[in-house]
């Protein structure tokens, strides 16, 4: 090829056309919009702090003191476990949407959230311990304070 072939224009490609959205896409989109739907159906309380820990506790402790708080029904977890769905997902999820809002605080109570991430270390997600249905709890963590709680990017 002559060196002067180089510098001419190519024909104009025409961008492939958008292929409408498949059946993986489809159920994609729907178990994310049922995830999202079970999140916020499991989201209570008031105030700009998230408390997060094991079972009851914060539920009692964002009801006394302020807060918000996630609180999923088990008949749900068990639904989504029967179903080969890990029920840690809609906690995962509520805690993305109340990141997303901004919220200012968010409060570790009643667990060893050091333990757990020792134990967690090298594990596939799959594999990580948890605590009822939850991987929160108080102890000091990186980027948190001795008290547990942890600021948000931006407070």
């Given at each position: 090829m002559p060196f002067s072939d180089l510098f001419k224009k190519s024909p104009k490609k025409e961008p492939a056309p958008v292929k409408p959205a498949g059946p993986v896409e489809k159920k994609n989109?729907?178990?994310?919009?049922?995830?999202?739907?079970?999140?916020q159906n499991s989201?209570?309380?008031?105030?700009?702090r998230l408390v997060l820990?094991?079972?009851m506790?914060?539920?009692?402790?964002?009801?006394?003191?302020?807060?918000?708080?996630i609180l999923v029904h088990p008949e749900v977890i068990r639904k989504l476990e029967e179903n080969g769905i890990d029920g840690f997902l809609v906690y995962e999820a509520a805690l993305k949407m109340e990141l997303a809002?901004?919220?200012?605080q968010i409060d570790f109570i009643s667990g060893d959230a050091a333990g757990l991430m020792q134990q967690a270390q090298g594990?596939?997600?799959?594999?990580?311990p948890s605590i009822s249905g939850s991987c929160y709890g108080?102890?000091?963590?990186?980027?948190?304070?001795?008290?547990?709680k942890m600021e948000t990017a931006g407070s």
């Open positions: 989109d729907q178990f994310s919009d049922l995830l999202k739907g079970i999140a989201t209570d309380g008031s105030g700009t820990g094991e079972g506790a914060p539920m009692s402790e964002a009801l006394k003191n302020g807060g918000r708080y809002s901004k919220i200012p594990k596939p997600e799959r594999q990580v108080s102890g000091t963590m990186p980027g948190t304070t001795a008290t547990g």
